[in-house]
Nanobody
Framework: QAQLVESGGGLVQAGDSLRLSCAVS????????IAWFRQAPGKEREFVAA????????YYADFVKGRFTISRDNVNYMVYLQISSLKPEDTAVYYC???????????????????WGQGTQVTVSR
């Protein structure tokens, strides 16, 4: 089993920056990909970014447009999502997720991920 715990969300103003954290514990050796998703009120969950554990390949959703950066701290088993120039439309619950099957494509498919955190709320005011 594995546990993912997100933190770092909060109420911020448009234009601010924020760094979300995902603490990974449990069967950390079995993860191949860790990703960030988000779900805005009344909308479906959407993919934000993913990182392969081995090789460090990065994948981003098209809407990211350079404002989001996924990174990791291998020593402390942490994965981060840095968000800059926050917009009100970035308001959502942000989730980290991990998969153990070593997917090579279709990273935006939430069904491919085996473990999920409880989410952290990000609210961006105008």
């Amino acid at each position: 089993q594995a546990q993912l715990v997100e933190s770092g969300g909060g109420l911020v103003q448009a234009g601010d920056s924020l760094r979300l954290s995902c603490a990974v514990s449990g069967s950390t050796y079995s993860f191949y990909t860790i990703a960030w998703f988000r779900q805005a009120p009344g909308k479906e969950r959407e993919f934000v970014a993913a990182m392969k554990r081995y090789g460090g390949s990065l994948y981003y959703a098209d809407f990211v447009k350079g404002r989001f950066t996924i990174s990791r701290d291998n020593v402390n088993y942490m994965v981060y999502l840095q968000i800059s120039s926050l917009k009100p439309e970035d308001t959502a619950v942000y989730y980290c997720a991990a998969e153990v099957h070593n997917i090579q494509s279709n990273f935006q498919n939430g069904a491919a991920y085996d473990f999920w955190g409880q989410g952290t709320q990000v609210t961006v005011s105008r």
